[in-house]
């Protein structure tokens, strides 16, 4: 009796066993798709500068974190290394969008970068990108460049010192965040044509709900080269 005791004990916590395995749901992995490096995605970074990297993120699991890595593809030279997790973790869906400052002692040349997304289960995707370092004399550069929330959170002003060899074409100025997103351009009058320009504009967010943004500000010069700069505020 004993024995057959022993046995139905055994029986039932392999049928349990085997219960609990089939409950089991195997998770797809994470998937980086749309990945764009630098303006027009063609894989350049400006020394002195920031490059843009988008990517868009379906984790079936969860994202848990977000890596980004670059480094020379031979001897010594910029290095960078970063994870991101706000605005990030914890969703099935996400869009990365980061604006990489790259030194001005970077070393010129080939670079190479990798992208990596990890969800909560530990199954990741991993992306891999050549992208070269160069230094332009003739590309536009900002400085300066402020944004601050005004009027009660309906509107945001802008202030950059605007310097383009090449003379300025236009200004292009970019809000998204929180699920909103708007685009401004300015070509006035006063702006087009200066080497050297103070920019100041205030701009209608009054549509945007509260939350965190990103403020991009291309300029683009009149040989078509352009060059983005980015900051933050939250509403």
Request: glycine residues 8%; charged residues 25%; proline residues 4%.
């Amino acid at each position: 009796m004993k024995i057959k005791s022993v046995f139905a004990l055994l029986l039932a916590g392999s049928l349990f066993a085997s219960c609990k395995d089939d409950d089991k749901v195997d998770v797809a992995s994470p998937t980086i798709t749309d990945v764009e490096i630098g303006s027009g995605n063609n894989k350049q970074a400006h020394a002195g500068s920031d490059f843009h990297i988008e990517a868009q993120i379906v984790a079936p699991g969860d994202i848990d974190r977000v890596e980004l890595e670059i480094h020379p593809e031979s001897g010594s030279g910029w290095q960078l290394d970063t994870v991101y997790t706000a605005g990030l973790a914890g969703l099935k869906n996400a869009e990365l969008h980061e604006h990489i400052d790259v030194p001005a002692s970077a070393a010129v040349g080939p670079y190479h970068l990798h992208l990596t997304v990890t969800d909560k289960n530990g199954n990741k995707a991993e992306f891999e990108s050549d992208i070269e370092v160069i230094k332009d004399p003739t590309l536009p550069t900002v400085t300066g460049f402020e944004v601050e929330v005004e009027d009660a959170g309906k509107g945001l002003h802008l202030e950059a010192a605007i310097t383009a060899p090449s003379k300025i074409a236009a200004v292009t100025v970019e809000v998204h965040g929180s699920g909103w997103e708007k685009e401004f351009e300015f070509k006035d009058a006063a702006m087009v044509g200066q080497t050297v320009f103070s920019f100041h504009k205030h701009v209608d967010i009054a549509a945007a709900p509260a939350g965190h943004y990103h403020v991009h500000l291309k300029v683009t010069d009149q040989s078509g080269k352009e060059n983005e700069f980015e900051g933050h505020f939250d509403k």
